[in-house]
C-alpha cells in the first residue's frame, strides 16, 4: 500500500500567520494518463471531513482562496496563507492512484 | 442541498452482522460512485470500500475483503454497508462519501455512524 506521510504532526499557528503542511508519498502518484489524484481534507472538532483540494492544487467548492495545493510525484504541500480560528482542525492528505486508496496520518493546527 | 445521512451503528458482538444505511439526497445519486470511509476512535481515516455508480464495480480494502458487501439501490438513492463476521478492530464512525465523477475526491460525506464492536 501507499504510505503518505505528514510532516508537521503538530502545528501551532497564531491568528494570520501563514503555514505549510508537507505530505510524502512512498511511491509516485503521477499515473500513466498524467494524472495526479492527491486530495486534501479538513476535519473540524466534532465534524465531519471535508474537501479542501483535489488534484493538487484544485480548490473545493466554496472552500476559501487563503488554502493553496501545489506539488508532483511524491512530494506535495497544503499551504494557509493567514489562517483563521475556523481553520482549526485535522489536516489529512489522501492519494487515490494506487489502490488501495489511503489517506496520510494527520496534522493537527491548533492555536498558538 | 446535498445530504448523507447514515444510519444503522450500534453496539454489536464480535463475529456477528450489522447494516449501515446512507440516505443520499440533493443530487442525482446514480450518477456518482459512492464510498465508505471509516475512523478508529482518536485515530485517522481510512478507506474502506467504493460502488460504482451503477453498481456493477465494487472495491474493498483487504482487511474487509470477503466480510463486507458494499451495495447501493438507485431507485430509494441509498448506500449500504453490510458489515458480517465483524471484529474489535472494525470498531469506529463509519463515513459515507460522495465521489466525484472524474477528479475521484470524496466532495460530500455525511455525519458518520458509530459501530462499536465488543462482548
Known amino acids: 500500500d501507499v504510505v503518505l506521510t505528514q510532516t508537521p504532526s503538530t502545528l501551532s499557528a497564531t491568528i494570520g500567520q501563514s503555514v505549510s503542511i508537507s505530505c510524502r508519498s512512498s511511491?509516485?502518484?503521477?499515473?500513466?494518463?498524467?494524472?495526479?489524484?492527491l486530495y486534501w481534507y479538513l476535519q473540524r472538532p466534532g465534524q465531519s471531513p471535508q474537501l479542501l483540494i483535489y488534484?493538487?492544487?484544485n480548490l473545493g467548492s466554496g472552500v476559501p482562496n487563503r488554502f493553496s495545493g501545489s506539488g508532483s510525484g511524491t512530494d506535495f504541500t497544503l499551504k494557509i496563507s493567514g489562517v483563521e480560528a475556523e481553520d482549526l482542525g485535522v489536516y489529512y492528505c489522501?492519494?487515490?492512484?494506487?489502490?488501495?486508496?489511503?489517506f496520510g496520518g494527520g496534522t493537527k493546527l491548533e492555536l498558538k | 442541498e446535498v445530504q448523507l445521512v447514515e444510519s444503522g451503528g450500534g453496539l454489536v458482538q464480535p463475529g456477528r452482522s450489522m447494516k449501515l444505511s446512507c440516505a443520499a439526497s440533493?443530487?442525482?445519486?446514480?450518477?456518482?460512485?459512492m464510498a465508505w470511509v471509516c475512523q478508529a476512535p482518536k485515530k485517522g481515516l481510512e478507506w474502506v470500500a467504493t460502488?460504482?455508480?451503477?453498481?456493477?464495480?465494487?472495491y474493498y480494502r483487504d482487511s474487509v475483503k470477503g466480510r463486507f458487501t458494499i451495495s447501493r439501490d438507485n431507485a430509494k438513492s441509498t448506500l449500504y454497508l453490510q458489515m458480517d463476521s465483524l471484529r474489535s478492530e472494525d470498531t469506529a464512525t463509519y463515513y459515507c462519501?460522495?465521489?466525484?465523477?472524474?477528479?475521484?475526491?470524496?466532495?460530500?460525506w455525511g455525519q458518520g455512524v458509530m459501530v462499536t464492536v465488543s462482548s
Open positions: 488534484l493538487v492544487s
Open positions: 462519501a460522495r465521489t466525484g465523477i472524474t477528479t475521484v475526491e470524496f466532495d460530500y
Open positions: 460502488i460504482s455508480y451503477d453498481g456493477s464495480s465494487t
Open positions: 489522501m492519494q487515490a492512484t494506487h489502490a488501495p486508496w489511503t
Open positions: 511511491q509516485s502518484l503521477l499515473d500513466s494518463a498524467g494524472n495526479t489524484y
Open positions: 440533493g443530487f442525482t445519486f446514480n450518477n456518482y460512485d
